[in-house]
């Protein structure tokens, strides 16, 4: 990244923080005090450049890596590895049928991983509660947000969704912003997310 653009984006995220803690923290004096600390979010391992995807490899982002772990903490998450399916690993995808979501193994449809996953994925839910924000790999059966193909029993691809660590958290902690790595590609994105983020932030520490 050239640096005048790494410039740019440090200047937007500073700029996030002041309109998102004036949105909702009036008080002049609390204010400095809360945009003075760095904002937690959980993140797929895979995206900060960790091999834990279930060929070995990793999807580093380099804003994420570069710029944005100068202004936020990081909580490295990975369902799989949790549910202790390993690396590398046979690769799963979610089926529906009847509105119920199970995920399997692609080469071998009949083999289930879906409550190993769920297990994992309540123990990461609980482990994330201190959290401001989520980003997450885009597609994955365990962290796409919203683009993750669904298959029918035949095999057949008909939709796209959530993957199920995604579906278990927005339903648990509504309100709390969730994003995918695609989400976060232009900068209007990333400059929605912060403000989401920070503004988050702001509440938790207001209350
Ligand atoms: S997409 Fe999610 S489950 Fe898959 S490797 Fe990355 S962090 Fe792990």
């Not at 740019?8 to 700029?15: A, G, N, P, V």
């Not at 990081?74 to 799963?92: D, S």
């Amino acid at each position: 990244m050239f640096g005048w653009q790494q410039g740019r984006l440090c200047y937007y995220i500073l700029l996030v923080r002041e309109i998102a803690a004036k949105l909702d923290c009036m008080d002049e004096e609390r204010e400095i005090e809360l945009t003075s600390e760095k904002p937690l979010i959980a993140i797929s391992r895979c995206l900060l450049g960790e091999p834990v995807r279930f060929n070995g490899e990793a999807r580093p982002v380099d804003w994420i890596v570069q710029i944005l772990s100068q202004h936020c903490d990081f909580l490295p998450i990975c369902p799989e590895l949790e549910a202790g399916f390993g690396v590398p690993r046979p690769p799963m995808r979610l089926q529906q049928q009847d509105g119920a979501v199970s995920v399997v193994l692609v080469d071998d449809p009949a083999a289930e991983r879906t409550e190993q996953l769920q297990v994992a994925c309540e123990r990461l839910l609980s482990e994330i509660n201190p959290v401001h924000g989520v980003i997450l790999k885009a597609r994955s059966p365990s962290c796409g947000v919203e683009d993750t193909p669904l298959f029918n029993k035949s095999g057949e691809q008909f939709a796209t969704g959530p993957g199920l660590f995604t579906r278990m958290c927005k339903a648990a902690k509504p309100g709390l912003p969730v994003i995918d790595d695609q989400g976060l590609q232009s900068e209007a994105g990333r400059v929605s997310f912060l403000i989401q983020v920070f503004r988050y932030c702001c509440r938790r520490r207001t209350r």
